[in-house]
């Protein structure tokens, strides 16, 4: 099933409008990428986005990059569990890594600062 992200076909008041052309390609949008705690390897998803540009999707996250806050280092570090979710009630309980994510590490507790459905890496900042 496609997504259209085009004009609505109803008025304000509830009535129908009459369409003047058909759907166009640039009105096509996609389903979300929701990137989940993987087991094994991190699995990535190569789309054609519009204008031609690429967009990798993290479907399945092991690492993270974890940034601390105190020392300013960056280190690779395997995700154990996702804590909560405050996008989602629902991607809490399923498990699905957001931006604003609350991840557990190695390290400690992180959260998600990057958009890993969109830009195919997971980055996070450790808390206190």
Known sequence: M????????????????HHFREK???E????PTET???TGEE?????????GNVKLRLDEAVYA????????VAKKVKITKVKTNPSNVDYS???VITKGAIIET?????????????DGVLNAVLMK
């Open 36 to 38: 989940s705690l993987g």
């Open 93 to 95: 309980r399923r498990g």
């Open 2 to 17: 496609s997504y259209y992200q085009g004009r609505d076909r109803r008025k304000p008041t509830g009535g129908m409008l």
């Open 24 to 26: 166009r390609k640039f």
């Open 43 to 51: 699995i990535k998803n190569i789309s054609r986005s519009y204008g």
């Open 65 to 72: 990059n974890v940034i601390d806050p105190k020392t300013k």
């Open 106 to 118: 190695e390290l400690g507790d992180a959260r998600v600062s990057s958009r890993p459905g969109q």
């Open 28 to 31: 096509l949008g996609s389903a």
